[in-house]
């Protein structure tokens, strides 16, 4: 009897250490997956910036550039005044995103402003 009640504890207890290994491993997915959205953004931002100081800039893209320890490339569809900024980023641990951004940039400068149409998240 005592064998029995040992053996269904271990059971118990070895199924629960697997639980928590599987929460362990989905949250560190989330936290890298949070991390790759972050530096897509980032990548938008650093367009964003260079558009806004010289909106011919744009004919330049797509450029990649370090960020975190990761790295994101910016690319752009269309033209002025309405192009489609994409920035795809990747993570040292092999994570991606994908930041897409409808804008329209005003014909006036150098200061352009840009407004957001549209953002796309991962699509």
Not at 41 to 69: H, K, R, V
Not at 94 to 109: C, D, L, N, P, Y
């Amino acid at each position: 009897m005592v064998v029995f009640v040992v053996a269904l504890l271990s059971a118990l207890v070895m199924g629960m250490l697997q639980m928590n290994t599987e929460e362990i491993q989905l949250m560190q997915n989330h936290i890298y997956a949070a991390e790759a959205l972050a530096i897509a953004e980032a990548g938008l931002n650093d367009a964003f910036a260079q558009i806004g100081e010289d909106s011919s800039c744009i004919d330049d893209f797509p450029f990649t550039e370090s960020f975190n320890g990761g790295s994101y490339t910016v690319s752009a569809e269309g033209s002025l005044p309405d192009p489609n900024i994409i920035s795809e980023s990747t993570t040292l641990q092999g994570f991606v995103a994908e930041v897409k951004a409808e804008i329209t940039v005003a014909a006036s400068g150098p200061l352009y402003v840009i407004r957001i149409d549209s953002l796309r998240i991962n699509e």
